[in-house]
């Protein structure tokens, strides 16, 4: 088995709460910069390939800038500092989730249930930080 470095996977489509937290926070300013066409773009202009499934794609290249619009959701300054804090833990704890799922599967249930559990706690916590940051509109 050949174990990979210290560079992470290509970490996916983004999930439920990061995407919540775009709707949320950023709609009005752009999320993400394609290299390709050198300009930024906003969440409502990127496009979905329905046939390959990718979602975030530049509009202009099809480049996909998922990875950019996450980065943006982590690093993204209209994000009150509680909210980004506990999206940043959220996906720690999602990611240390995923790698001991794979790492232990059936043997050690109970440390993956002990995981899953924080996990939910900490998506319990951002979406409280969330909610209370709404602005009420
Ligand atoms: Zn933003
Ligand atoms: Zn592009």
Redesign the pocket.
């Known amino acids: 088995m050949v174990q990979r470095g210290s560079k992470c996977p290509p970490s996916g489509p983004l999930t439920a709460d990061e995407r919540a937290l775009l709707f949320y ?2 709609l009005n ?1 752009t ?1 993400a910069r394609c290299i390709g066409c050198s300009r930024s773009y906003y969440l409502s202009e990127l496009v979905a390939d329905l046939l390959s499934g990718r979602t975030h794609l530049c509009p202009q290249c099809q480049r996909d800038l998922t990875d950019n619009v996450r980065s ?1 959701v982590y690093g ?1 300054g ?1 994000l009150p500092a509680e909210v980004r804090q506990r999206a940043q833990t959220l996906r720690d704890v999602a990611q240390r989730l995923v790698k001991e799922s794979r790492q232990l599967r059936d043997e050690a249930d109970v440390l993956i249930r002990e995981t899953e559990a924080a996990f939910e706690a900490n998506r319990r916590a951002l979406w409280q930080a969330l909610k209370a940051t709404t602005p009420s509109t």
């Open positions: 926070y950023c300013h999320v943006h993204c209209i």
